[in-house]
């Protein structure tokens, strides 16, 4: 559990869209009794981004306050983790890597495997510090949410990036070893390259997601990782956020443990507090889960806390950090709450309007109309070409 050397999330910063539907306005759309959504799946707000936002200006907006307050000598990797990609062969961090003007001896890459694309970015980021202590690295979690048009999946859209920096001797948290990991062949949730909305089996995703809760912290027990008890709260993968309550519901009863609901409010109730507002985020959701807790929670310093990373498909990890003494010092609390209250309400029509809206394939000049008030922007589609514009 201890490691000779402190490595893990020294900084960490989210961003979201430049909208939000209230469910109010979806349930009014589709007739569902409110509390379906309120309280049967936990949300009340989804972020939808602006016609020019997407993937590259919401990491870019995370990640930039990090390389303002910590500049970016030491950054020669970025880890872009995301299941809503605009390309299939162009990273979408090299895009944010000229954005944010990081130097060129640099590697930018981008990872996928559903929601959990941005835990394996972090282990990874793990890995390279622990080679080369001097360097750190930046790992974004970027992604759009998007289902189809009145399916069970719309009430559970979303929109956040999260932007982690990771190196030597963090301010915010340790990660340690070991991990617990699972990976089941089960087709739960993909979206195939031609399509935009993901499908999804709903109910087998929830029943794959409690499998992989089991199987990773089997894994993780028999690796020698911590007994439950010890944890002070946990952080789980949330694409809604009842979805945490069934999964530590889950976990507690596969480890013999009481489920009683103060027991579980404790344990992962300050964590849902952005994702039931912002919805989905899917690499990001575990992250803004840890944010939630780091900016609500009375001090944490030196108790660990347990993460719980879940993407469809199916990969899940278990593992464990530590929190830094002197933490609350370096959060960006301000910031996460302007992030969310920034956002401007839409009705269901503007929504709608927003879902469909997709660019001609012809290689023709389409601007964007100007709508985020974000600090970057996509710009237009060129000669098949997007073009972004800082601020
Ligand atoms: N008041 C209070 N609760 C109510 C209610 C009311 N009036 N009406 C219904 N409910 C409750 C239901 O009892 C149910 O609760 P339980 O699950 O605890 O029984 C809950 O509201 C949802 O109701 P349904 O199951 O009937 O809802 P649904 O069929 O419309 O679908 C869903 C829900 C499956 C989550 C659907 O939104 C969906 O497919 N979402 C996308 C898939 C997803 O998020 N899967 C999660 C696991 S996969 C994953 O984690 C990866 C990822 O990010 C996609």
């Known amino acids: ?37 309120h309280i049967g799946i936990g949300q ?8 020019d936002e997407d993937i590259v200006t919401l990491g870019a907006a995370a990640a930039a306050p990090l390389i303002a307050a910590h500049g970016s000598d030491r950054i020669r990797t970025v ?16 895009y944010v890597h000229s954005l944010l003007q990081l130097p060129s001896a640099c590697r930018v890459v981008e990872l996928k495997q559903a929601c959990y694309g941005a835990t394996a970015a972090l282990q990874f980021a793990l890995g390279l510090v622990r080679r080369d202590p001097a360097q750190q690295v930046l790992v974004i979690a970027s992604d759009v949410s998007k289902y189809e048009l009145d399916s069970p999946g719309e009430a559970t859209q979303g929109a956040a990036a999260v932007a982690m920096l990771v190196g030597l001797d963090p301010h915010l948290l340790r990660i340690e070893e070991p991990s617990g990991l699972f990976t089941a062949d089960v087709m739960d949730f993909w ?3 031609y399509r935009d909305a ?27 990782g911590r007994p439950l008890e010890e944890f002070a709260a946990f952080c789980y993968h949330q694409p809604f956020t009842k979805m945490a309550y069934k999964a530590h519901r889950h976990l507690l009863n596969y480890c013999g443990a009481d489920t009683d609901t103060d027991t579980i409010e404790r344990a992962i109730g300050l964590t849902t507090a952005y994702n039931t507002t912002i919805g989905n985020s899917y690499t990001a959701s575990v992250y ?13 310093s030196g108790q660990p ?11 899940a990890e278990f593992f464990a950090a530590t929190v830094v003494p002197g933490y609350r010092e370096h959060l960006r609390t301000a910031q996460h709450r302007d992030a969310i209250d920034r956002r401007t309400p839409v009705d269901y029509a503007a929504y709608r309007t927003l ?37």
């Open 305 to 315: 806390l347990a993460f719980l990373s879940y993407g469809s498909g199916s990969v």
């Open 288 to 300: 803004l889960g840890l944010a939630a807790l780091l900016d609500q929670a009375d001090d944490l």
């Open 79 to 94: 880890v872009f983790a995301t299941e809503s990609s605009i390309d299939q062969a162009k990273a979408a961090g090299v």
């Open 1 to 37: 559990m201890s490691s000779d050397i402190a490595i893990g999330i020294h900084d960490l910063s989210f961003a979201t869209t430049e909208y939000v539907l209230p469910h109010t306005a979806l349930a009014a759309h589709n007739g569902t009794e409110i509390g379906k959504y």
């Open 44 to 51: 009340h707000s989804m972020s939808v981004p602006a016609a």
């Open 198 to 224: 993901a499908l999804v089996d709903g109910q087998e995703s929830i029943s794959a997601y409690l499998q992989a809760v089991e199987g990773s912290f089997k894994d993780y027990t028999e690796q020698g």
């Open 355 to 391: 879902h469909q809206r997709a660019f001609p394939t012809d290689g023709g000049h389409y601007p964007t109309p100007e709508q985020t008030s974000g600090p970057f922007r996509l710009a237009a589609l060129n000669g098949h070409k997007r073009i972004y514009e800082a601020r």
């Open 191 to 193: 979206r195939p390259n």
